[in-house]
């Protein structure tokens, strides 16, 4: 069954700083990655997806996220932080092979880091 | 394009009532699941579908019941609420193959006393 860890439930950054979001995930065959904002009170959007084309993927927003197979890392990472991407941040995981049966198609969140940016 | 609509936005329920949260969805998709999002728990599967008459449990299924009678229409039922059931419910939708991302709707916040 694959998982993904988020480290860090709480990130604080300064205006104009780098944005690191940390996440790990666990899968024994080849994963497909994602990582979703949300905006207080609504639901999730997709920022980016990493799909096996390119191990840099670069998404909405001026967020990028490097896959490292050798780490089981997606890291989500920005140059310049602004006040708009306070938010919380989802990585999640879904498996390239069914396990059997209906549970193809599932995507595995991990439990979010929250951003906050300061001017 | 509506994309995944929910509704109600927001329910209270007392403790034993029962109701359905609605999710349909304009893009065709055979994908489509529930989620609840409770602070620090990330969020959690309830039920999903991958097509009409098709549903399988998740995570987190007990206390909830769903059905797929159409590719647009997978309502979630609560049967007895009880104050565990207190969350922010998530539908989401998503197209063929393992890349296609999930397509959420806005959410359903319910408070259960």
């Known amino acids: 069954a694959q998982s993904v860890t988020q480290l860090g439930s709480h990130v604080s950054v300064s205006e104009g700083a780098l944005v690191l979001l940390r996440c790990n995930y666990s899968?024994?065959?080849?994963?497909?990655l994602f990582w979703y904002v949300q905006y207080p009170n609504q639901g999730l959007q997709l920022l980016l997806k990493?799909?096996?084309?390119?191990?840099l993927v670069k998404g909405i927003n001026g967020f990028e996220a490097e896959f490292k197979k050798s780490e089981t890392s997606f890291h989500l990472t920005k140059p310049s932080a602004h006040m708009s991407d306070a938010a919380e941040y989802f990585c999640?995981?879904?498996?390239?092979?069914?396990?059997?049966?209906?549970?193809?198609?599932?995507?595995?969140f991990g439990q979010g880091t929250i951003l906050t940016v300061h001017p | 394009n509506a994309g995944v609509t929910q509704t109600p936005k927001f329910q209270v329920l007392k403790t034993g009532q029962s109701m359905t949260l609605q999710c349909a969805q304009d893009?065709?998709?055979?994908?489509m699941s529930w989620y609840r999002q409770d602070p620090g728990m990330g969020l959690r599967l309830i039920h999903y579908?991958?097509?009409?008459?098709?549903?399988d449990q998740g995570e987190v299924p007990n206390g909830y019941n769903v059905s797929r009678s159409t590719t647009e229409d997978f309502p979630l039922r609560l049967l007895s609420a009880a104050p565990s059931q207190t969350s922010v419910y998530f539908c989401?939708?998503?197209?063929?193959?393992?890349?296609?991302?999930?397509?959420f709707g806005n959410g359903t916040r319910l408070t259960v006393t």
């Open positions: 899968s024994s065959v080849p994963p497909y």
């Open positions: 989401a939708s998503r197209g063929t193959g393992y890349n296609s991302p999930l397509h």
């Open positions: 990493y799909t096996s084309a390119a191990t």
């Open positions: 579908s991958v097509g009409a008459g098709i549903t």
């Open positions: 893009m065709n998709h055979e994908y």
């Open positions: 999640a995981v879904s498996v390239s092979r069914p396990a059997g049966g209906t549970s193809y198609g599932k995507l595995t």
